[in-house]
């Protein structure tokens, strides 16, 4: 066996960092790491400085464990919003599209994650056991299930229901249907059976 | 490789699971009567207008059309044959269904057809869809070791093959079923089974899964038989399975009550003799 060709230690060790970001393959690590190398000084010390200012200046808040940089988070100290209804979803992104959507006053809760029996992902790995903690304070009084209408969304939901079901709080989840554009033809059963046991007079 | 070998093929199959890659990419293991366990790729499903998304959800059955790829398979079109909504919508038939799932892609190699373990999926997972009790897991728990060469030994001692008359016996997945006294010893590893769990596996080899739905099992037989045989799964594939911590979990703190009072297994299976 001859010797591999070496890459410097240093590249080495950054293509492998690269590497373990996800969607990114050898190949496309190797391309960013060469990139890098490319670059000016000052762009790259205003990407590791973002990096680093991701890590200290974010964290998660104590209350709806959505990521903020104050705690609690802007949602949660807002005054005017609804204190008596939370909307749980998988991840901060998800706040961000609800928020666009505007049709929300209420708080939040965000799980980072959802049940996944498949590859081993429990109740223990998400947030759940924060909302528990928010519902003893009483003031809560519906929860609005908005995980993904997928496998494990549809389980976590059904998941939190049962948990939080007992302690007489009211939980709801999103309706399900068709999305706007789409063709009946190419729909599947089960959106269409939700769309048409959740019909409305128009 | 025959020169003739077609561009694109159609199967059908049930989809065991999903994993994502990339943007808006997903691989789906699917298992198919006719290819066996196979993982394909699907372009763009996460994207919210794509027309295969629902049709290519775990544990739906479904009728695909896929393109031979490089590495992957490459779907190109899905049509549900059954969604099989009863089981979405109970968190304890998911699981179980899930769990089964899960059974099926550990016990199989890709691409090795398997026509009648895929019989026994789509027979689960249409019990589950109708009014199947959840210890039908347990029947298809013997029925895969069984269709996969792993039949546990319940009628004769595992190690010296001598009959066994109907009493309480060691089970000892690592000698592969009931261990008669005299070789106890030999038998590393196991635990007790009372009489009825013994008549209830036994009833199970003999019997179809729609007969064995008719048990009506209680709580502590339910859970003796849910260790045995967890215990037995996890010595074959070395490993727990995912899935099944997930159960034992859900059916801790969180169970509900039994919908029906047990009735003693023996009133129930005037069949075992």
Same mark, same amino acid.
């Given at each position: 066996m001859?010797?591999?060709p070496s890459t410097p230690e240093p590249i080495q $060790? @950054?293509?492998?960092a690269f590497h373990r970001l996800p969607g990114i393959g050898p190949k496309s690590a190797q $391309? @960013?790491?060469?990139?890098?190398l490319g670059t000016s000084e000052q762009d790259t010390a205003q990407l590791a400085d973002a990096l680093m200012e991701v890590k200290r200046r974010i964290r998660m808040c104590s209350v709806c464990v959505n990521i903020t940089e104050s705690d609690p988070c802007r949602y949660c100290n807002d005054i005017r919003r609804d204190r008596t209804l939370v909307c749980v979803v998988e991840q901060p992104l998800d706040v961000l599209a609800i928020e666009r959507s505007g049709g929300f006053r209420g708080q939040y809760h965000v799980l980072h994650g959802v049940l996944n029996?498949?590859?081993?992902?429990?109740?223990?790995?998400?947030?759940?056991?924060?909302?528990?903690?928010?519902?003893?304070?009483?003031?809560?009084?519906e929860i609005i299930m908005a995980t993904n209408p997928s496998l494990e969304g549809e389980a976590t939901a059904m998941y939190i229901q049962r948990l939080v079901g007992p302690a007489g709080v009211k939980v709801t989840r999103l309706a399900r249907g068709l999305p706007s554009g789409a063709d009946l033809e190419y729909t599947d059963d089960v959106t269409l059976a939700r769309a048409l046991e959740g019909r409305r007079e128009i | 490789m025959p020169s003739s070998r077609e561009r694109s093929y159609n199967t059908e199959g049930v989809v065991l699971r999903r994993r994502n890659l990339g943007e808006a990419d997903s691989i789906f293991t699917v298992f198919s009567p006719t290819v066996g366990?196979?993982?394909g790729v699907a372009r763009g499903v996460r994207k919210p207008k794509s027309r295969m998304r629902g049709h290519l959800e775990p544990l739906t059955r479904s009728q695909l059309h896929l393109a031979h790829g490089r590495n992957l398979d490459i779907f190109t079109q899905a049509?549900?044959?059954?969604?099989?909504?009863?089981?979405?919508?109970?968190l304890d038939r998911l699981t179980l269904a899930l769990y089964c799932a899960e059974l099926i892609d550990r016990f199989t190699l890709d691409r090795a057809p398997q026509p009648q373990l895929y019989g026994l999926l789509v027979e689960l997972l249409e019990g589950l869809n109708e009014e199947a009790p959840l210890t039908v897991g347990r029947y298809f728990e013997l029925e895969v070791m069984g269709l996969t060469g792993y039949e546990l030994q319940l009628m004769a001692c595992a190690v010296c093959g001598v009959k066994l008359p109907e009493a309480e016996t060691l089970f000892s997945p690592s000698a592969g079923?009931?261990?008669?006294?005299?070789?106890?010893?030999?038998?590393?590893?196991?635990?007790?089974l009372s009489v009825r769990a013994i008549k209830v596996l036994r009833f199970a080899r003999s019997s179809s899964m729609g007969q064995f739905a008719g048990l009506r099992l209680d709580g502590d037989l339910e859970d003796e038989l849910r260790r045995a045989l967890g215990d037995a799964v996890k010595n074959v594939l070395d490993r727990e399975t995912n899935s099944g911590r997930y159960v034992d979990a859900l059916s801790g703190p969180l169970r509900r009550p039994a919908t029906s009072p047990p009735t003693d297994v023996q009133s129930?299976?005037?069949s075992i003799t």
């Open positions: 001859g010797e591999t $060790r @950054l293509i492998e $391309r @960013l790491a060469y990139h890098i029996p498949m590859d081993g992902v429990g109740p223990e790995d998400i947030h759940v056991r924060e909302l528990v903690v928010r519902l003893q304070a009483g003031e809560i009084q | 366990k196979f993982d049509e549900t044959i059954a969604a099989y909504i009863n089981v979405r919508d109970d079923g009931l261990v008669c006294d005299g070789c106890r010893g030999i038998a590393e590893t196991g635990r007790i129930s299976t005037p």
